[in-house]
């Protein structure tokens, strides 16, 4: 039979002592931060699953990210839209005004300026910036889309009677519409989000069948002429053409309320993702508070019963008699 020794027993003591030390230690810190577990280790099965949802919080603040700023662009792109709008209805309205047999040369004159003012607020429309970005940059959002050299409107460098040649390319972000794309790395259509409304498209190029101009800052430089020479002749036709382009302008303004309707409806879904994650990660690592303050009281308890129960077990060594 083996004989227990007094060193054994402290030994074994001091061990057990040293583990609820750890214990109490562990359970402190997990109180402090309020964590289930502070090591992978601990518990890898929550840590994994915690990992994954970790992870999809990242996306969700990603495309989060994205939405607003994407929102933010459309929000620009609709003010500028609006303006647009305005301005091609005051221009419709001076230019029925002026075709009234009761205005004379100089009074269509006048009208000749004030179409020209007007003239100019298409152009800085067309150029409408939002921080750094041109909204009708198309995908060169950074550099002015338009200019003007010796009376010619240009594009990106392209004059716009041209009728080919216009980079309409898109921009797209992604937004958690489970992005893809083709073979040639081109983004599949509907798997992210455009916000490219390339000034070729909206403001518009080249001529039609009857040589009128498409682009609507030309075509109000026909009318200016028109009204600076009192020759009206043409006039009906470019009323018509007016009418044409307001009504593109229209359907692009539809298009812009409806990404932004769209984002708005994804901002909101994406909230109600982040707040589901964020139950499922609290669920996952966190620790109930009650519970970890009876866990830490409960071994603190034992503790402090096991500091008092070495009183009894460490026998007096000879130093202690020799007092």
């Known amino acids: ?29 997990k109180a402090a931060a309020g964590r289930s577990y502070l090591k992978a280790s601990e518990n890898p099965a929550a840590a994994l699953k915690a990992y994954q949802v970790r992870q999809n919080l990242s996306r969700i603040s990603l495309y989060q990210n994205n939405v607003g700023e994407a929102a933010s662009i459309m929000t620009e792109v609709e003010t500028a839209v609006l303006e647009l709008n305005s301005t091609i209805t005051s221009i419709s309205e001076n230019v029925t005004r002026g075709r009234s047999g009761n205005y004379s040369e100089q009074d269509r004159a006048n009208i000749a300026e004030v179409l020209s003012n007007f003239q100019l607020e298409l152009f800085d429309i067309a150029n409408y910036r939002s921080a750094d970005k041109y909204v009708f940059g198309g995908s060169k959002m950074l550099e002015p889309p338009f200019n003007l050299e010796s009376g010619v409107l240009y594009y990106h460098g392209i004059d716009v009677n041209s009728n080919t040649g216009f980079d309409e390319s898109s921009i797209y972000y992604d937004i958690g519409l489970g992005l893809k794309t083709t073979a040639s790395g081109q983004i599949k259509e509907g798997t992210a989000f455009n916000i ?27 009318m200016i002429e028109a009204f600076n020479t009192n020759d009206l002749s043409n006039l009906d036709s470019y009323v018509d053409k007016l009418e044409s382009i307001a009504e593109n302008i229209t359907v692009k303004l ?13 901002t909101e879904r994406l909230a109600g993702n982040e707040f589901n994650a964020t139950k499922k990660q609290t669920e996952i690592e966190c620790i109930d508070a009650a519970e970890a303050i009876v866990n830490f009281n409960t071994q ?12 009894k077990l460490l026998q007096y060594s000879l130093l202690d008699y020799m007092k």
Do not use: C, W
Not at 198 to 213: A, I, Q
Not at 254 to 266: P, T
Not at 304 to 309: P, R
């Open 254 to 266: 539809v298009d812009v309320g409806q990404k932004s309707s769209f984002l708005s409806f994804l």
């Open 300 to 311: 603190e308890t034992a503790y402090l019963a096991a500091l008092a129960m070495g009183n």
């Open 1 to 29: 039979m083996m004989r227990i020794t007094n060193k054994m027993i402290n030994t074994n003591y001091l061990s057990n002592l040293n583990s609820n030390l750890d214990n109490l230690n562990n359970l402190r810190q």
């Open 196 to 222: 490219s409304f390339p000034g070729s498209e909206v403001f518009g190029t080249g001529t039609d069948t009857n040589g009128l101009p498409n682009n609507i800052f030309n075509l109000v430089g026909k």
